[in-house]
């Protein structure tokens, strides 16, 4: 097996092009035509990963964090990273990272997150927008049902709780073959007019090369006329964040402890408990603070993330129980999740966790 089939199992989880303008997920350090000799699940692809890799036999390490985030201008071993691209290549481990793609999708790191502390009815917290499409396309009767179950397969027509959704208009169609053409009905030289389908269907926009592939191959027209349209319309499913419900509501104290035994958090820090009951819940993993507002706005009673600032703790404003767990600690299970998504497609291949806590934060305990 190479290591690109492994990168394209991951990016039908979370395509590449929803990670944010800022990240840099895909493929950091290798060849995806390497034969792959097993996997290692990380959170930071730190040189003592990778050395664990090497000894546990694996020559891919997948990743959340991206060990390049920014620009490298040199590679000497001055730093951490540095270190750990270097011996990578000395060493042909790839590094893969699925950072925010991972983040943006329900499925990933906070419904992860939401699963751990048992929320349910979940949904994405801030949908992203622009990120649903709509195809139009002109169809022989005859043809139209072969043509629709086609677009479906390839990833169309899913509304919520939906499946198979379309838009179904029948009028006629006219067109005269060229010289050149093989017309599928008609004459070449006249015009022919033709009983026709009109189909509309949505998809998420990062399908939109699946979708007119599955088009060409099932339509009988030599040229099929179609349009696609950029929809302003969120995904329900893509975006920022989760919220939920516990089963029960939770005293705040209950509700915290909680968090520290479910996340191992050795501190957590949050703003001034409101003495009311926790029901409803915002997560976002890692660094949060610029969801606060529509945790705000969706009337949740706590918003767990990391990373907060002094001044973010304001923000709270009375309204809700803003809780800092800790970047690693909120993301820990994305370790988990990794290696979770990748058995269910590789099921006789070494798919390993790493043994090795990468958090750089301690605290001090008297």
């Known amino acids: ?57 694996c020559n891919l390490v997948v990743a959340h964090h991206p060990i390049i985030f920014r620009g490298l201008k040199r590679v000497n071993g001055a730093n951490y990273v540095e270190r750990a691209v270097i011996y990578s290549i000395k060493q042909d481990v790839a590094i893969y990272a699925i950072h925010t793609n991972l983040d943006n999708v329900s499925h990933g790191v906070n419904g992860k997150i939401a699963e751990k502390i ?23 009767l005859a043809s139209a049902d072969g043509v629709r179950d086609a677009l479906f397969e390839a990833g169309a027509g899913d509304i919520g709780d939906y499946s198979e959704c379309s838009f179904n208009l029948e009028g006629r169609g006219t067109f005269k073959a060229g010289e050149a053409a093989t017309p599928h009905v008609g004459e070449v030289g006249t015009r022919h007019e033709e009983e026709e389908c009109k189909i509309e269907v949505v998809f998420p926009t990062h399908l939109k090369w699946r979708m007119i ?15 696609v349209v950029d ?21 705040e104290s209950e509700f915290l402890a909680l968090l520290q035994g ?34 705000l706005q969706a009337g949740v009673d706590a918003f767990v993330t ?13 309204r809700l129980l803003l809780v800092d767990i800790g970047h690693f600690e909120s993301e820990r ?3 988990d ?22 958090n750089p934060v301690r605290y001090f305990h008297r």
């Open 1 to 57: 097996m190479r290591i690109a089939e492994v990168i394209s199992f991951l990016e039908s989880v979370a395509s590449p092009s929803l990670q944010e303008s800022y990240d840099n997920a895909g493929l950091i350090v290798g060849d995806a035509d390497w034969e792959c000799k097993g996997i290692l699940c990380t959170l930071d692809a730190t040189e003592e990963v990778i050395r664990e890799a090497v000894a546990r036999g």
């Open 118 to 140: 048992g929320l349910k009815n979940c949904s994405v917290l801030s949908p992203k927008p622009h990120t649903l499409s709509k195809l139009y396309t002109f169809v022989p």
């Open 213 to 227: 592939v599955a088009l060409w191959n099932a339509h009988p027209y030599e040229e099929p006329a179609y349009d």
């Open 231 to 251: 929809l302003a319309n969120p995904h329900p499913e893509i975006g920022a964040g989760a919220v939920g419900e516990l089963d029960n509501p939770m005293e």
């Open 262 to 295: 479910s996340f191992s958090a050795e501190v957590v820090r949050h703003s001034p408990l409101l003495r009311r009951p926790i029901r409803k819940v915002a997560v976002c993993g890692g660094a949060g603070s610029f969801l606060i507002s529509n945790a």
């Open 306 to 318: 990391a990373d907060l600032k002094y001044h973010e703790f304001f923000d709270a404003d009375g």
């Open 333 to 335: 299970f994305t370790i």
């Open 337 to 358: 999740l990794l290696q979770e998504l990748l058995l269910q497609k590789f099921l006789t291949f070494a798919v390993l966790k790493t043994e090795v806590e990468t």
